[in-house]
């Protein structure tokens, strides 16, 4: 069963960058669609990135478009999300989950969560000057 554990969160000035990392254990990433969701303080859990293991192909959330990428290193069996131009609205807890290679990435962005294997713990991200 795969375990998704998230890290590199830390304190970051608005316009710095900071990069997360998803790392599982025992099981290959790459055989799983990761997604990188996001709750900010008093907010509902919102999706951020997706990248496919079915297609291959990466996705984002209008908000984020542009400003973060993901990628995935399977030397290291991480899935990475770079963030640029953090915004005092990027603050929250950041989550990563793992589902099957056939989970539609945009269904998971857009809250169809039920498929989503496992969760990760979450990293916080405070953007704070």
């Known amino acids: 069963q795969v375990q998704p554990a998230e890290s590199g969160g830390d304190l970051v000035e608005p316009g710095g960058s900071l990069k997360l990392s998803c790392a599982a254990s025992?099981?290959?990433?790459?055989?799983?669609?990761v997604i990188w969701f996001r709750q900010g303080p008093g907010n509902e859990r919102e999706g951020v990135s997706c990248?496919?293991?079915?297609?291959?192909?990466?996705y984002f959330t209008d908000s984020f478009k542009g400003r973060f990428s993901i990628s995935r290193d399977n030397a290291k069996n991480t899935v990475n999300l770079q963030m640029n131009e953090l915004r005092f609205e990027d603050t929250g807890v950041y989550y990563c989950?793992?589902?099957?290679?056939?989970?539609?990435?945009?269904?998971?962005?857009?809250?169809?969560?039920?498929?989503?294997?496992?969760w990760g713990q979450g990293t916080q991200v405070p953007v704070s000057a």
């Open positions: 025992g099981v290959s990433l790459d055989d799983y669609t």
């Open positions: 990248f496919s293991s079915g297609d291959g192909l990466t």
């Open positions: 989950a793992a589902g099957p290679p056939w989970l539609f990435c945009w269904s998971a962005l857009t809250g169809s969560t039920d498929y989503i294997h496992s």
